[in-house]
């Protein structure tokens, strides 16, 4: 049987989003995660994800989380220290990231842009921002993966 997650990013403070799209998938997921920059109370992260990570907004957390749902292997960063504005590098050294710790999937936050990278493996996906979106949709997005044993698949949505 197929399990789902639902993953987010970059909310900066607005809860209000968060339980938005907790509210909307209902019942629709089976793990959620966090790519950091949610900028609230670590209390209220761990009430809502099974899995979150700081990023550079912030402090006191973890920097990485490693974890697997059916036979698919996933790391979560917020992707700062990974960062360059040469996407051919930053896609470089997430996926370098992701085979040091034999990931399938790099899930990854930071720069608002929602995207999925499937060229290669690991896979990278980045849901955008729920709060600030950057790119050519301008709107708050977020992605529900369905895992089934080894096998992945990606929707995007959107608040």
């Known amino acids: 049987m197929s399990k789902k997650l639902l993953i987010l990013s970059d909310s900066h403070g607005f809860n209000n989003l968060i339980d938005e799209v907790l509210k909307n998938e209902q019942g629709k997921y089976d793990y959620a995660c966090c790519a950091g920059d949610y900028c609230t109370e670590i209390s ?8 979150f990570v700081d990023g550079n907004n912030d402090y006191g957390y973890k920097d990485i989380q ?8 996933f790391i979560l960063v917020h992707s700062q220290h ?3 504005f040469d996407k051919n ?5 997430l996926r370098e990231l992701g085979k040091q710790h034999q990931a399938n999937v790099v899930i990854y936050g930071h720069t608002h842009c929602q995207d999925i990278d499937k060229t290669e493996e ?3 996906v980045n849901p955008g921002s729920i709060a600030l ?9 977020y992605v529900i993966a369905t895992i089934d044993k080894d096998k992945i698949s990606f929707k995007v949505k959107y608040i």
């Open 133 to 141: 979106p950057r790119g050519p949709k301008k709107l708050g997005s």
């Open 82 to 84: 990974q960062f360059s």
């Open 89 to 93: 590098k930053y896609f470089s050294a």
């Open 44 to 51: 209220y992260m761990k009430q809502c994800f099974n899995w």
């Open 66 to 73: 490693i974890f697997e749902i059916e036979e698919v292997k």
């Open 122 to 124: 690991p896979i990278l």
